[in-house]
């Protein structure tokens, strides 16, 4: 099976073709929304990181950043920044390693804002003319790389649609392709069924460490609390039966690796990323693994997108398949008679159609503009 997709330097493959333009700290949002405004095919991240963090932190946007930028999704990047963050010109060679050009406008530099919004727009317009003239390809389904979220989740989730994307995510591994899902929060409490499936003793390590990691900083209180009250009229009654539904969206396959927040898979197969479970923290870590397009499964509904990153929104629930029309891209008969392959196949089959250029519902909305970086400490 094949798609039409976009062959970078690097040999990875694009389902999208986006001018990238990133804001180095939340300082620089505003500029990088004006210049995505001003100039078409340009795709914006935004953020309320890069300074006032702890050195940890610190080095989780930098490096969730550079793996950003790296997304084959984007032909070319253009990094905006204040100029006191010190991890500009690492940014910016990490993004260069992929071969694609990057340029930076810094505002301490450029005497201004509307300087640096002048210089920012034309150089915008530039890499976006040139770009242009990329065109897509057939490429094997071996390139793809695919991406599995879950949110406002009810009891169709872990019925229907979460098997529906498990069946799709194992397709793709079984013909060479790379998933990853995240949501370190909806794995807690199913984490040993999750491991069973790991690599190597390590990679079972690695996942019980992160788990743990979170459960440490967690108080009392708090697990109740990603249960919420969507989920809870869809059905669902503890933390532990919502990760049950949750990690089946991961499928059957073997767990190749556990990720940190910004890293990128060593090989082909799934892997984990240890994220937040709210979607716009969730997602950008999905898109920094090098997911090209995503799927997102819900119950409720949620208008969830991401910038430069095509997301598929899956349900199994007839009402918002009905209410939400204008959200959902995949419907699924939790009653019917299709099997999780059925389903499963018919999902991939529209997953290649949409690496190959179809739009989605959120992309038509222009949902998902608002996105952020998962900040483990304190922000002073």
């Not at 010190?86 to 505002?107: F, H, L, N, R, Y």
């Not at 949501?183 to 788990?211: M, N, S």
Request: net charge negative; with cysteine.
């Amino acid at each position: 099976m094949s798609f039409l997709g976009y062959v970078r330097p690097n040999g990875a493959v694009g389902t999208r073709n986006y001018v990238g333009i990133i804001s180095t700290v939340v300082c620089a949002n505003d500029i990088t929304t004006w210049i995505t405004n001003q100039v078409p095919g340009c795709a914006p991240f935004t953020h309320q990181g890069g300074c006032g963090q702890s050195e940890f932190d610190t080095e989780v946007t930098r490096r969730t950043l550079a793996s950003l930028g790296s997304n084959p999704n984007l032909g070319a990047v253009l990094l905006v920044s204040l100029g006191g963050e010190g991890s500009i010109d690492d940014i910016q060679d990490a993004i260069a390693k992929t071969g694609k050009q990057v340029e930076k406008v810094v505002v301490h530099k450029m005497g201004g804002v509307n300087n640096t919004f002048a210089e920012g727009m034309r150089l915008a317009r530039l890499m976006a003319m040139d770009i242009s003239k990329v065109r897509r390809e057939e490429v094997d389904d071996s390139h793809l790389f695919l991406g599995a979220k879950c949110g406002c989740s009810d009891t169709t989730s872990g019925l229907a649609s979460n098997p529906t994307l498990g069946a799709a995510m194992d397709t793709l591994v079984e013909r060479g392709g790379t998933c990853v899902f995240g949501e370190t929060t909806e794995v807690t409490g199913a984490e040993h069924i999750l491991a069973r499936r790991a690599a190597t003793p390590e990679v079972r390590e690695k996942l019980l460490d992160i788990v743990t990691r979170l459960e440490k900083k967690i108080t009392s209180n708090v697990p109740g609390a990603n249960i919420a009250q969507a989920n809870i009229a869809g059905g669902l009654t503890t933390l532990e039966e919502k990760s049950l539904g949750a990690i089946i969206k991961a499928g059957t396959t073997t767990l190749q690796g556990v990720l940190e927040l910004g890293e990128r898979p060593a090989g082909k197969g799934l892997y984990m990323v240890d994220t937040a479970g709210q979607a716009p923290r969730a997602i950008t870590g999905l898109a920094a693994a090098g997911a090209t397009v995503m799927m997102f499964s819900t119950g409720k509904g949620a208008p969830w997108g991401f910038p430069f990153v095509p997301m598929i929104k899956v349900t199994a629930n007839p009402t918002t398949c009905g209410c939400l029309s204008d959200l959902m891209d995949f419907c699924i008969d939790p009653a019917g008679d299709e099997s999780r392959e059925d389903r499963g196949a018919r999902l991939y089959n529209e997953i290649l159609d949409v690496a190959s250029g179809k739009m989605t519902k959120a992309e038509s909305l222009k949902i998902g503009m608002y996105v952020d970086i998962w900040q483990r400490d304190v922000t002073h």
